[in-house]
């Protein structure tokens, strides 16, 4: 073939596969076979081998193009990616509708549309070319995804008319894509995403694109942004006009001409969220007129013209089948409810702690019961209540035992504790429990070592305590369950690895009474080796802020046990790191006092940090952070859809920043 033949071809491949591609991810009725598809995209990279200048960047074969990244540039969005004021009830939706009747008159209507629960992204197109995707940061920066977003087969790479535009929409995870990752995740040993839009979000952060690709995801545009001289009046003109273009708009939207109308359609989502293939959170209702979008205007975070309804915790009804005891590794036993298997918000649930025996004769919940569901902040399943007017009578009360369910020895109630405790510090569930502690991620995070493993381990005793770790070898853990060549030679890497952690995480894993991950970082900052630890007073451990009697009498004691001392030798001869390895906190002086001696609260979802990184690092500056808002908190720094703690925040005058900001004050004062 020559040169003016291939691009001939070329071109003719470009549009059929974009057509079909576009049948398939968009409208969602494909015209071919995906062995069809399959070929003509074979043809076309043959094609591109052998005539590399006829390779376009928006070829349908470079989805899936190019390096992992080492990490992401920047991305200033050209108009603010604003988030949404929330609607939690009917009162605050007819609020909202009194507050834009006054402003724009009687002559208004509604657009509802699906509130998509994924993250929200900014697609900048060129001539019709995609040029560019981002997060959505602080709303003002972001951080560039393209790549990933290149992956996303609903994405085109080509617009079907030359524009220069940016949209905006919700990246999401489909249940079905979700179920198929965390069930993969699970066998792998790995531990699960919590829900489909934490499994998007891990996903579109992830550098090498690669990961990205095999992640199955899509996208719904609700939102066209910088374009001029148009002739679009109204928000469903635009979302319309998306369309044209070829790109993917949820079709579940409806114009409504009153607030009575939103009401319905709300109603009517509630009732068939189940049934769509994808995770909603609520309902978005924005003012369809962009003259009286205008004229309402936005605040500083969020536009009048749009608000969010938030749907109320998902409930569901299911049986609960048996009551399980398990001990902890501080010997304390905790009744878990077994349940009929059931989906709620985005998992299947069948199991929920049931915390202790008060708690369940509060709720009275007996065995065979019919019992609501609920995922508690949409993660932890909690069972809310007890269906009784659907029991038959066979239900049967529940009551704790006196012996240990694993070591049979009698079961203490220690003073003002509700809990029922074993006391056997030889008790295999404690030790077992401690054991799991010791790898999980907050302790020496040992990947490869989930609860099945170290299970496995303990039970054919090549590992009785956390100094056997070190000596595992190949021989031994092949020969475990689901342990092929390559699990056991990564989890050996691990395991090597984990010996450089900070005394921190050293301290924290070897799960001294009191002892939390806070207090462990705490004292290892102090005290720099475990050593000095070690030959600490009770007073020298009270004399500092975070550090009380109880926790400093159960250090004490735990250094002055004979078998805590061998233990800690055998691991410093395993070549573990018994040293503070971290920023060293500035000194007060020094710290500008932004975050030294501040209780700092937390809230809303944070794009850039987890939860746990914007912690530790500002604990690692002397900052207190704490969990709800009060008087005495200094500052509060406010993610994406922060709700009552915000409120609080404002209410009391207190300091709000947003993460972006939070990021800038965290890297002047990193050292
Ligand atoms: S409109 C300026 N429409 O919800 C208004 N947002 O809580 C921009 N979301 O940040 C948002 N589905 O990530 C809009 N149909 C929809 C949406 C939607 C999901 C997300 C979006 C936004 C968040 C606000």
Redo the contacts with the bound molecule.
Sequence with gaps: MDLQAAENRVSQLHQLLNQYNYEYYVLDKPSVSDAEYDQLLKELANLEEQFPQLKTVDSPTQRVGGEALSMFAKVEHRSP????A?AFNESDLRDFDRRVQQTVGENYSYIC????????VSLHYENGLFIQGAT?GDGAVGEDISANLKTIRSIPLRLKDPITLEV???AFMPKKSFEALNQKKEENGEEPFANPRNAAAGSLRQLDPKIAASRNLDI?L??LAGIENSQITSHSEGLSYLETLGLKV?QE?RKCANIEAVLDFINEWTNKRPTLPYE???I?I?VDSLEQQKLLG?TAK??RW?I?YKFPAEEVVTTLKEIELSVGRTGVVTPTAILEPVRVAGTTVQRASLHNEDLIREKDIRIGDQVVVIKAGDIIPEVLKVLVENRSGEEQEFHMPDHCPECASELVRLDGEVALRCINPKCPAQIREGLIHFVSRDAMNIEGLGEKVVSQLFQAELIQDVADIYHLNYDQLIGLERMGEKSVTNLLKAIEASKENSLDKLLFGLGVRHVGAKAAKTLAIQFETMDALAAASKEQLTNINEIGEKMADSIVTFFEQEEAQELLTELKTAGVNMEYRGPKPISPEENDSIFSGKTIVLTGKLEQLTRNEAKERIEALGGNVSESVSKKTHLVIAG??AGSKLAKAQQFGIEVWTEEKLLEELKRLEV
């Design positions: 990616m604003l988030s949404l929330n549309e699906l509130k998509i629960d994924g993250l929200a959505r905006r929409g919700e719904f609700y939102a949820n939207r909603i959170d609520g978005v924005k936005t969020s536009p749009a969010a994406e859809d």
